[in-house]
């Protein structure tokens, strides 16, 4: 049994769900305002990613391809859920700042996309690597963003302070706007390091 | 708390103040993939109008009348994604065979809004703010609408966009989002409402 | 042939369902226990704060409102407190009012709010909750609303300051109605 490195270092960097793919952007855009709430989030994408994939990849073969797709939606909403209750046990407040984000985990294009793409299609171990990978992707993703707009519209990283106390917040970087301009410029500088590459 | 407002404000509430796309950031998949163009724009938002608000309700009907009662409720999560997958299935179908003109109008975006997260969050809010019946269809109009009016109104600028001179690492993705992030700000405007 | 595949396509999604079912009823099952525990120690903290010298905090209902009666090591009534909501600017405001058997107001404490961060969301701090302590019905109103009023506003948040003021207000006048 081959397993799969190419695949699993492919979800963290260079098929990133987010900067590359944009996929599974609501949740990133409402949570990444705090680093905590971000890493809580991943946690949960990764939890739910490798879990379904696990399943999805266990029952491949017995699962017909006309009742594919609510079948993984059954698995995926079951680990979101086991994914929200267990998060309310441990750890109430990051739960209740996730709010109805959580449960969207379950309609994230990221996913049914590799369930449908991936799991569907490969054995268990590879199955799980490439929903650790895919995770881990998207938590390095909006870690990131969430450490961007936490430091500049709060002076904190995790609640510590990391700016001065003189410093005057750039208040809208936690507010809906702030998220769309960071991944916006991010995403600008992305394309500029390819277009830059491709000169090359 | 929310259930303690009249239904304007609650209609309000879900258009502007806290405008699904613009300050939720929901549903959010669909729309920079669509927005390209008004004409596909004002297709999907009918058709989202149409699923969120009928969804809702069903949704609505199933927490209160079939979970609750059996205290199920942990099964919220996995009975609202498939009646809402099973819903446009059902309704497409339908639609295909009643009304062959308006499914060539938006037919074709059915499917794509099973995934979209707007309308499993309208389902989930209304049980969350404790709605009546009554509230939770007002409350997924507005959800809804203000889903249409902002992605009409995205595309119109995108559609300019497209011929403006950007530098190039700008073009496409990045100009869509530091748009909407203008637009955001444009509607955090509307927080103070409620002092009306 | 394609009716044998449909019902087998329906038996797969029939099972998965109820399988997904009994194994979220357990999940259920195991981690209520803890969800309550962490609901209960969170109220009783902020119950706390507002009353150090309480011993125990009982949930009672009287005349359709519900509040917690403070006790203290001897199991004698001290105070009680109340949970109110208040429009403010971005929608409601939830504040916990503690008051003494004098019907003074020991603390007060926002549990939920909506307010703009770093200017009417300055209404969680001490700074501002602290004026509340000792005040009467009368002093409860925005320095710039009436001449007896006692309370500052924050600056740049008036609306969001006058919320909360008139929210306590509001709930004393109806407590102490009730006397």
């Given at each position: 049994m081959k397993i799969d490195f190419k695949n699993f270092i492919n979800g963290i960097?260079?098929?990133?769900?987010?900067?590359?793919?944009?996929?599974?952007?609501c949740p990133l855009l409402a949570v990444s305002g705090s680093v905590r709430d971000s890493l809580g989030m991943g946690i949960a994408v990764i939890f739910v990613l490798t879990g379904s994939n696990l399943t999805i990849s266990l029952i491949r073969k017995f699962?017909?391809?006309?009742?594919r797709i609510p079948v993984f939606i059954v698995v995926i909403a079951t680990f979101v859920t086991i994914a929200d209750y267990s998060l309310a046990a441990l750890s109430p407040q990051i739960h209740r700042n996730l709010g109805v984000y959580l449960p969207l985990i379950v309609v994230n294009c990221i996913i049914l996309g590799r369930a449908e793409a991936y799991a569907s299609k490969n054995n268990v171990i590879n199955s799980i690597l490439d929903g650790l990978g895919v995770g881990i992707g998207f938590t390095i993703a909006i870690f990131i963003i969430s450490v961007i707009r936490e430091l500049l519209g709060?002076?904190?990283?995790m609640g510590y302070q990391?700016?001065?106390?003189n410093y005057t917040p750039?208040?809208?970087?936690?507010?809906p706007p702030g998220a769309f301009l960071v991944i916006g410029f991010l995403i600008a500088i992305k394309q500029g390091i390819e277009k830059r590459g491709k000169k090359c | 708390m929310l259930n303690q407002a009249n239904l304007g404000l609650i209609f309000l509430s879900a258009f502007l103040?806290?405008?699904?796309?613009?300050?939720?950031?929901?549903?959010l998949c669909s729309f920079f993939g669509i927005s390209t163009q008004v004409k596909a724009s004002t297709g999907m938002g009918i058709a989202v109008i149409f699923v969120t608000v009928m969804a809702t309700s069903l949704s609505w009907v199933v927490y209160n009348y079939l979970l609750l009662p059996f205290h199920l409720e942990y099964l919220r999560t996995v009975t609202f994604i498939l009646t809402i997958a099973s819903f446009v299935q059902f309704e497409e179908i339908i639609i295909r065979k009643k009304l062959p003109t308006l499914y060539r109008a938006f037919g074709i975006y059915l499917p794509l809004?099973?995934?979209?997260c707007a309308i499993l969050a309208s389902a989930f809010l209304g049980i969350d703010y404790k709605l009546s019946f009554v509230q939770n269809l007002v409350f997924s109009i507005g959800i809804s609408s203000g889903y249409a009016f902002v992605i009409v109104l995205f595309a119109s600028i995108r559609e300019r966009l497209e011929m403006s001179p950007l530098p190039e690492i700008f073009k496409g993705i990045p100009i869509a989002f530091i748009t909407a992030g203008l637009m955001s700000l444009a509607f955090l405007g509307f927080k103070g409402l409620f002092q009306l | 042939m394609k009716k044998k595949e449909l019902i087998g396509g329906v038996l797969i999604l029939t099972i998965v369902t109820a399988l997904s079912g009994y194994l979220l009823a357990q999940v259920y099952k195991i981690t209520k226990p803890a969800i309550e525990k962490q609901k209960k120690i969170e109220e009783e903290k902020i119950n706390r704060e507002i009353f150090?010298?309480?011993?125990e905090f009982a949930e009672k209902e009287e005349n359709g409102v519900k509040y917690f009666s403070v006790l203290n090591s001897e199991g004698e009534e001290i105070g009680k407190i109340f949970t109110t909501l208040s429009l403010g600017y971005g929608g409601y405001i939830k504040i916990k009012v503690g008051v003494n058997k004098n019907g003074e107001i020991k603390g007060i404490k926002i549990l939920q709010h909506n307010e703009t961060p770093g200017l009417g969301a300055k209404i969680t701090e001490d700074k501002f909750l602290?004026?509340?302590?000792?005040?009467?019905v009368e002093e409860l109103y925005l320095k710039k609303d009436k001449s007896e009023g006692k309370i500052d506003a924050i600056t740049g948040a008036t609306i969001s300051s006058r919320a909360v003021t008139d929210g306590v207000r509001k709930l004393l006048e109806k407590i102490n109605k009730k006397r």
């Amino acid at each position: 049994m081959k397993i799969d490195f190419k695949n699993f270092i492919n979800g963290i960097w260079r098929e990133n769900p987010i900067f590359y793919l944009m996929l599974g952007l609501c949740p990133l855009l409402a949570v990444s305002g705090s680093v905590r709430d971000s890493l809580g989030m991943g946690i949960a994408v990764i939890f739910v990613l490798t879990g379904s994939n696990l399943t999805i990849s266990l029952i491949r073969k017995f699962v017909p391809s006309h009742v594919r797709i609510p079948v993984f939606i059954v698995v995926i909403a079951t680990f979101v859920t086991i994914a929200d209750y267990s998060l309310a046990a441990l750890s109430p407040q990051i739960h209740r700042n996730l709010g109805v984000y959580l449960p969207l985990i379950v309609v994230n294009c990221i996913i049914l996309g590799r369930a449908e793409a991936y799991a569907s299609k490969n054995n268990v171990i590879n199955s799980i690597l490439d929903g650790l990978g895919v995770g881990i992707g998207f938590t390095i993703a909006i870690f990131i963003i969430s450490v961007i707009r936490e430091l500049l519209g709060n002076g904190t990283i995790m609640g510590y302070q990391i700016m001065g106390a003189n410093y005057t917040p750039f208040l809208i970087m936690i507010m809906p706007p702030g998220a769309f301009l960071v991944i916006g410029f991010l995403i600008a500088i992305k394309q500029g390091i390819e277009k830059r590459g491709k000169k090359c | 708390m929310l259930n303690q407002a009249n239904l304007g404000l609650i209609f309000l509430s879900a258009f502007l103040v806290n405008n699904i796309l613009l300050i939720r950031f929901l549903g959010l998949c669909s729309f920079f993939g669509i927005s390209t163009q008004v004409k596909a724009s004002t297709g999907m938002g009918i058709a989202v109008i149409f699923v969120t608000v009928m969804a809702t309700s069903l949704s609505w009907v199933v927490y209160n009348y079939l979970l609750l009662p059996f205290h199920l409720e942990y099964l919220r999560t996995v009975t609202f994604i498939l009646t809402i997958a099973s819903f446009v299935q059902f309704e497409e179908i339908i639609i295909r065979k009643k009304l062959p003109t308006l499914y060539r109008a938006f037919g074709i975006y059915l499917p794509l809004i099973t995934t979209n997260c707007a309308i499993l969050a309208s389902a989930f809010l209304g049980i969350d703010y404790k709605l009546s019946f009554v509230q939770n269809l007002v409350f997924s109009i507005g959800i809804s609408s203000g889903y249409a009016f902002v992605i009409v109104l995205f595309a119109s600028i995108r559609e300019r966009l497209e011929m403006s001179p950007l530098p190039e690492i700008f073009k496409g993705i990045p100009i869509a989002f530091i748009t909407a992030g203008l637009m955001s700000l444009a509607f955090l405007g509307f927080k103070g409402l409620f002092q009306l | 042939m394609k009716k044998k595949e449909l019902i087998g396509g329906v038996l797969i999604l029939t099972i998965v369902t109820a399988l997904s079912g009994y194994l979220l009823a357990q999940v259920y099952k195991i981690t209520k226990p803890a969800i309550e525990k962490q609901k209960k120690i969170e109220e009783e903290k902020i119950n706390r704060e507002i009353f150090p010298e309480g011993e125990e905090f009982a949930e009672k209902e009287e005349n359709g409102v519900k509040y917690f009666s403070v006790l203290n090591s001897e199991g004698e009534e001290i105070g009680k407190i109340f949970t109110t909501l208040s429009l403010g600017y971005g929608g409601y405001i939830k504040i916990k009012v503690g008051v003494n058997k004098n019907g003074e107001i020991k603390g007060i404490k926002i549990l939920q709010h909506n307010e703009t961060p770093g200017l009417g969301a300055k209404i969680t701090e001490d700074k501002f909750l602290s004026q509340f302590k000792g005040k009467t019905v009368e002093e409860l109103y925005l320095k710039k609303d009436k001449s007896e009023g006692k309370i500052d506003a924050i600056t740049g948040a008036t609306i969001s300051s006058r919320a909360v003021t008139d929210g306590v207000r509001k709930l004393l006048e109806k407590i102490n109605k009730k006397r």
